[in-house]
């Protein structure tokens, strides 16, 4: 893929959804970062099940931890993972309140010191709450910018880095909703929807299987 290739790429994007969001429901920067800590290897829709009863009896560090482990599980139990999630989120909450009195921090190395954060939890954190023009790379971005040829890599992190690299700066802020969404709903692992993409004319993927026929 060009360089006019992928503005072209995120042109289409934009123009068809001018201000993605993220589909994860919450109503605070805490809420955020424990449904992105509990939506590891969920959905989004799962998620935002279980955070709609837990989110109205803890909204805070201190009423989650509140709730105990027993309580906690009770309400994350449909979510995978469920037990360790809940040590982790328990964790994260007693470490927001003894090292940041109870706020979200807007710092990469801080965040990803809380148990259960990793790059991905953080980078959407500092995105979304924050609106710091990072790209977290979940499988769904993984896989469209290697198929697209955007950005490939091997590794998470290599597919990052060639984001932050060629993805252009208008575009930077939400090419990491516009990419989720994307894999999401048109470029299916098992069967893209290239009949229906919006950015087909600039993918490498489609070129390859338009030459072969």
Same mark, same amino acid.
């Given at each position: 893929m060009t360089d006019a290739d992928v503005q072209a790429f995120f042109a289409a994007l934009a123009a068809a959804n001018p201000h993605p969001r993220s589909e994860l429901v919450y109503t605070s920067v805490f809420e955020l970062l424990a449904a992105v800590l509990l939506s590891a290897q969920a959905t989004d829709t799962s998620v935002n099940k279980a955070t709609r009863a837990l989110f109205a009896r803890a909204p $805070? /560090? %201190?009423a989650m931890l509140a709730l105990g482990l027993d309580g906690l599980t009770a309400h994350i139990r449909s979510i995978g993972l469920y037990r360790t999630k809940a040590g982790n989120l328990l964790? $994260? =909450?007693r470490l927001l309140l003894e #090292?940041? +009195?109870g706020a979200v921090p807007r710092d990469r190395a801080a965040l990803e010191a809380l148990p259960g954060? +990793? %790059?991905k939890t953080a980078n959407v954190v500092l995105n979304v709450a924050f609106g710091e023009p990072t790209i977290a790379v979940d499988t769904h971005v993984f896989r469209v910018a290697n198929r697209a040829g955007l950005a490939p890599g091997r590794t998470p992190a290599e597919v990052e880095q060639g984001l932050l690299a060629r993805v252009p700066a208008p575009y930077l802020q939400h090419a990491h909703h516009w990419l989720i969404l994307h894999g999401r709903y048109v470029c299916l692992a #098992? %069967? /893209? @929807? =290239?009949e229906v993409c919006a950015v087909r004319p600039? =993918?490498?993927? !489609? @070129?390859?299987?338009?030459? !072969? @026929?």
């Open positions: $805070t /560090p %201190r964790q $994260t =909450c #090292r940041h +009195g954060v +990793g %790059r #098992r %069967r /893209p @929807r =290239c600039w =993918c490498d993927h !489609a @070129r390859l299987q338009s030459a !072969a @026929r």
